[in-house]
């Protein structure tokens, strides 16, 4: 399902005093199965962008296709829109609300019409496919753990079967080993599911290790949107924007620098390791 933005602005409190430009010209083109980072500092439009995707929020000017659709034509089912494109929110316990994970999982199936037992199927299959333990289907959303809560919530929008899942900032507050499980999680649903994901985030080394394309928002523009190692060569405009390149690429650049012939354009610790290995003749 692709989905393209034709020259998108977005303003707040428009034709008053505090009007700002959160999103300048924005033009984008989203493929099937890709699996893309968007990074930028606090401000710079990336949450914005993101929830204009699914129709959150309305374009000041502009266009968005969804499947060769314009949104914003006057009879275009928003409803359909949403169910397409999925949006996981940063702080998932803002997305829990019923007495059970299971019942919870089962909200949205049954907002989209399915009878009591379609619905419940949805929702087991969701469950299953982010791996949350059967024995905890009945708990209270509440008493789970951050990374369980996170599960929950990116069920609770996969149940509803989406060809495009956002997610913003899904790792926030999680310890490091919470942090990869939901990577992989993410990984591993982009390959066996066959959808989309785009994945708003703050670590660099993240994004560098599982996207497939990164898109860096600086006020409200796009800057770079190429292939990780493409965007990383840019890590000294990176620094000026307020981010930082993967520490891979700094080591790299340091070791190319005192004469050691590696790949500066590394962007994970596995590329970097094979480099220096082949620069060391190993």
């Known amino acids: 399902?692709?989905?393209?933005?034709?020259?998108?602005?977005?303003?707040?409190?428009?034709?008053?005093?505090?009007?700002?430009?959160?999103?300048?010209?924005?033009?984008?083109?989203?493929?099937?199965?890709?699996?893309?980072?968007?990074?930028?500092?606090?401000?710079?439009?990336?949450?914005?962008?993101?929830?204009?995707?699914?129709?959150?929020?309305?374009?000041?000017?502009g266009h968005i296709y969804v499947d060769g659709e314009d949104i914003y034509d006057n009879d275009y089912d928003m409803r359909k829109l949403r169910n397409k494109v999925g949006l996981v929110f940063q702080y998932p316990e803002h997305q829990l609300f019923e007495t059970t994970v299971f019942e919870d999982v089962c909200f949205g199936p049954k907002n989209q019409g399915l009878d009591k037992k379609k619905a419940q199927l949805k929702a087991f299959e969701a469950l299953y496919n982010v791996g949350f333990p059967e024995k905890l289907f009945y708990s209270s959303p509440f008493e789970l753990s951050g990374g369980q809560k996170r599960r929950v919530a990116i069920a609770g929008v996969l149940a509803m079967q989406p060809k495009v899942l956002i997610l913003d900032e899904p790792t926030a507050g999680l310890d490091p080993a919470g942090r990869d499980e939901i990577f992989e999680l993410l990984a591993k649903m982009r390959k066996e599911l066959n959808i989309t994901i785009i994945l708003v985030s703050h670590s660099m080394e993240d994004v560098a290790n599982y996207v497939d394309r990164i898109i860096v928002m600086n006020k409200g523009q796009v800057m770079y949107d190429d292939a990780p190692r493409e965007v990383f060569k840019h890590y000294k405009e990176l620094e000026k924007m307020g981010l930082a390149a993967p520490q891979v690429t700094y080591l790299m650049h340091e070791l190319k620098e005192k004469g050691l012939q590696v790949d500066e354009t590394a962007t994970t610790v596995d590329e970097a390791k094979q480099s220096i290995l082949r620069a060391l003749g190993r």
């Open 1 to 61: 399902m692709s989905i393209i933005l034709d020259k998108v602005n977005y303003s707040y409190s428009v034709g008053t005093a505090y009007e700002v430009n959160a999103l300048k010209d924005i033009n984008l083109k989203i493929e099937d199965n890709e699996f893309i980072g968007i990074i930028g500092h606090t401000g710079s439009g990336k949450s914005t962008l993101t929830q204009h995707l699914n129709g959150l929020v309305k374009a000041t000017s």
